[in-house]
């Protein structure tokens, strides 16, 4: 036991001294920027810096109807800038690399927050110019990265040297700054954004409901053994992989009702779940208008991977409640799979917001978590204008953008063909149609592991990889919930189908690789290209080649309305298991220390 404790601490040595090199290298190449650069007050006096990225692109075709009145109370997610830049983007492209020795060695919320995260120092000297300016201070996360704030929308625009005006945004009212804000110089270089300046983006759920139905033996919707047959997860169910002693982390926006989660459970002899909801800043676990999306996020991990625990992470539908609930899962650090089902047009965010939201994603790939992410079910158009547009956070390059299919399965219930998901039928509400989630990021590069046939844009292609999510095969799960509109039975399509079910399938290959003693996915991202660049002993994905999303073709490879593909679950365990593909936990040198 001694010997082992020694080995660790050993290894945490080793693994600062690998981050303390890095930064050095980063520093004396010239590789940090400038905004990382805080050991000390800059400027003297009342010089002010611009904030970029506060502005909205989605409120530049509306023009005002007038200023926010002054009284609104207002609450700030003033994200900070994590230190060290250039070291992190080098160990996480290590991590990701299997020559490195690096690789899949992950950190701890504390080690990150020791190298990269915001100092005290700056906290302090960001709260303390909140505090003189008289806002106030809520609550500091536990990583450094975010400051929460409130006041008046009139203290807000004084403290911040900006403007806020109301938009009607096709019925919706809105409010965004008129210009990018400013602070004093010295504490410039520390802030990432004030999010909060806006409500444009507002996060919702991207499910769609076909038809109700009484019983679960009516026909309607996929149920988790044809889920399972058409994925080919039951091999790894035979195996005893059903992601027990794995942790599935769910991000939500409203409440569920358990009753519906174990009938949906029972129905389908899943076992009774291992879960709980976290409530992040004073949420609560009532159920509301979108409680079918929490419910259907639950039920689909249920489906794939009934032996995974599920931490339901419940938060404030605001851009304060987005970061917070995000920034909370990363810093516990208790689950490996996360999925969101809730996301919003990437032009409806500042760019400011954007980075911030990246920052998190980038603890929690440094941490060995896997992000998966609805892609939007409004095809190419996903702030439903004609403009091309992706979904956030979908777009972000460290999650994985899950977009969706249409499923046919033969007369045994195995996999016979898919096509991309569309329908191009009008709605008033959707006036391009339904359709998969997918195209062109028009703020975030294409990161380096995005790589392979037809992955040629210089910027983020979206989505990632695919499932099941046309309403007409949807899938079928059990709500109750009257103010949600459920009374049983539901068939349920779109990307918030699919995302859940990736994370349930990621749950399960998990728990075979921990019991044959290999590394697990961790941040699965890199693989995913990985298992499409490189030959392997077996197919990862069906490769969809019919169809389209509204804009977009599927076609041969990646192709930007269905990514790789879907899932052959048991092909990808295979794949990763395999001698020449990855290592085992026992195969890593480390290098000695004299």
Known sequence: MKNKVGQQKRYHLLIGKILAILIVLSVSHGFLSVPFLLAAPRAAGNQSEILPGHLIPLVQNYPPIGPLPEETALHLSIGLALRNQAALNTLLAAQANPA?????????PQAFKTQFG??????NLVVAYLHNQGLHVESVASNNLFINASGSAALIEKTFSTTLNSYDINGRLVYAPTADPSVPATIAPAIQTIAGLDNVAHYHPLSLRQQTFQHASSAGGYTPAQLRSAYDVNPLLKAGAGGTGQTVALFELDGYLPSDINTYRKTYNLGVLK?????????????????LEVEVDMEMVSALAPGATQKIYIGSNSIAGINNTYNRIVTDNAATVISTSWGECENASGKAE???LHNIFKQGAAQGQSFFAASGDTGAYDCNTADLAVDSPADDPYVVGVGGTHLNLK????????SAWSDSAALPLYPRGFGSGGGISTYFNRPDFQRGPNVTNTHRMVPDVSANADPNTGNAVYCTVSVAGCSSWVVIGGTSVAAPLWAGLAADINHYLMRQKRLTLGNITPTLYRLYTTPQP????????RGNNLYYPAGVGYDLATGLGTPDAWNITIDLTS??????KSSIAFPTSN
């Open 100 to 108: 490195s020795v690096l690789y899949h060695h992950y950190l701890t």
């Open 118 to 123: 915001p100092t005290s120092s700056t906290v």
């Open 275 to 291: 879960g709980s909801p976290v409530l992040v800043n004073g949420a609560t676990n009532t159920p509301g208008p979108t409680a």
């Open 354 to 356: 954007l980075e911030a």
């Open 411 to 418: 007369a045994d219930n195995t996999y016979l063909s898919e």
């Open 538 to 545: 077996a197919l990862a994905y069906h490769d969809i080649i």
């Open 579 to 584: 001698a020449c593909s990855f290592p085992t």
